[in-house]
């Protein structure tokens, strides 16, 4: 009796998860922003590609905005390759608050 809830459970779950991932019901509705700070040889190029990965899978909306804390030349056409968008730090309050709005 309990392989057969642990097979529905499994079931239910998987279910759940394709639904997620082929429809995206799931997910809340608009388009969210995250903001990764960039530093040189830090990981906020690695953060940029995951995030584009689960964009461009459909499980994810919205931007990246990516603070560039003193990146090379070659990093920021990483980031902008990815589709991140550049701002500098002290003009990450005035992007917020746009974004706000």
Do not use: H
């Not at 991932?21 to 530093?39: D, E, I, K, N, Y």
């Not at 002290?90 to 917020?96: F, G, I, P, T």
């Amino acid at each position: 009796m309990a392989g057969y809830l642990l097979i529905g459970a499994l079931a239910a779950f998987g279910l759940v998860s394709a639904g997620w991932a082929l429809f995206g019901w799931l997910l809340p509705g608009g388009s969210l922003t995250a903001v990764c700070f960039c530093r040189p040889g830090g990981r906020g190029i690695a953060a940029a590609r995951r995030w584009r990965w689960l964009r461009d899978a459909g499980l994810l909306q919205g931007t990246l905005l990516a603070v560039d804390c003193g990146l090379t030349e070659a990093e920021q056409r990483e980031l902008e390759r990815l589709g991140a968008e550049l701002c500098k730090p002290e003009a990450l309050a005035d992007r917020l608050e746009l974004e706000r709005n």
